[in-house]
């Protein structure tokens, strides 16, 4: 039996770690589900619905806080893709913390919050096919493509998920790509791990040299650097220290427009205002523009970003509009509401 151990330490986010020891590795054909009773939605046999659309294998409990804290992301790409995409959400029921009856009470208490497919394992054994016998964090999922493959592996809660689900969907996630990356995430996860261990024994420079290590490696890894951010912000003396990575990271990397746009939006999103370095965020946006030759929308979006959280509302617009102008047709929506807040934001600032 899989033991199941929650990703719900490390400054809350060490859970967004890709990869995890697996029976089924990206590029495999996907195992079938073997689902006791379907709790939500209609059956689904993969052998003969793989062709028809993307589907996402999803493993959780009811007694697993990341998993409760990813239901509103999935209920949100489901409605974002329509028929394009089926989530099928699978639990495997025990009779201590996760029995038949607790899960079929909490996916009716969840009501319109959990709008996706849900079932509940046949005696593990498509928890089994999928994940194999090692421990490894719920929730996890994995991305099946039209052709039956698994396309990609991870936390629902990963951020790089929303673009794996469009790539997908478009058909033009590169799953080879995909596939030659997995010794460097798997590299990337045993270092999460040891860190991990650093920080609940305190050893707080141990984390802060470690994960400087692993953008070193992944220039574009966004869980080290939100957790770099949020390190500063709980310990702000670490200022001038983040200022001279930022400064490096820009040097060796400027090249790399999702290097770039990961830095940009970190540096806006960090928490405390006061400990904000608007001048490092455009100067990482600047360069995740330039490196993208103004092609990619999600570059434009940060420098974007970077311009708005200064005040420059006319050029947020404008670089807005520039991305609107390149996004690929799934990503105009989103772009679209953006430039509509900033244009917002523009007309009440011209209020008396």
């Known amino acids: 039996m899989v033991r199941f151990l929650p990703r719900f330490s490390f400054l809350l986010l060490i859970f967004s770690a890709r990869v995890a020891p697996a029976s089924v590795s990206i590029g495999d054909t996907a195992p079938p589900l073997t689902i006791k009773t379907w709790v939500r939605g209609d059956p689904v046999d993969l052998s003969k619905d793989a062709s028809k659309r993307v589907h996402m ?17 999935l209920t949100q790409y489901q409605k974002k893709h329509g028929k394009e995409l089926n989530i099928v959400s699978v639990t495997d029921p025990d009779t201590d913390r ?5 899960i079929k009470q909490f996916v009716k208490d969840q009501g319109p919050k959990m709008e996706y497919t849900v079932g509940m394992d046949d005696r593990g054994a498509t928890t089994e096919a999928y994940m194999g016998s090692e421990e490894i964090g719920i929730p996890q999922a994995y991305v099946v493509d039209k052709s039956g493959k698994v396309a990609w592996i991870g936390s629902p809660l990963d951020p790089s998920l929303d673009q794996v689900l469009n790539d997908v969907i478009a058909g033009k996630f590169d799953v080879a790509k ?10 990337l996860e045993k270092k999460f791990a040891a860190l991990d261990r650093a920080y609940q024994m305190g050893q707080m420079d141990t984390v802060w040299k470690g994960l400087i290590e692993i953008t070193q490696l992944d220039p574009t890894n966004a869980m080290a650097m939100e957790l ?9 003396e670490r200022r001038e220290p983040i200022r001279k990575w930022v400064q490096d990271h820009i040097a060796k990397n400027g090249e790399n427009s999702n290097a770039m746009g990961v830095l940009g939006l970190t540096l ?16 990482a946006g600047k360069a995740a523009y330039d490196a993208s030759k103004g092609q990619d929308h999600r570059a434009i979006q940060v420098y ?25 047709a799934e ?3 989103d772009a679209k509401k953006i430039l509509e807040f900033y244009e917002t934001c523009k007309k009440l600032q011209a209020q008396p």
């Open 178 to 187: 995909a596939k030659a990356s997995i010794g460097l995430e798997q590299q």
């Open 331 to 333: 990503n105009k929506d």
């Open 268 to 283: 806006c999103r960090i928490d405390d205002f006061t400990l904000r370095m608007p001048d490092l965020a455009l100067q």
């Open 57 to 73: 294998v999803e493993f959780w409990a009811t007694w697993c806080p990341p998993c409760k804290a990813s239901i509103p992301l």
């Open 98 to 102: 996760n029995t038949p009856t607790m």
């Open 304 to 328: 974007a970003r970077a311009q708005y959280e200064i005040g420059a509302l006319d050029k947020a617009i404008k670089l807005q509009e520039e991305a609107i102008s390149v996004a690929a």
């Open 228 to 236: 770099m951010a949020g390190i500063y912000v709980s310990e702000p």
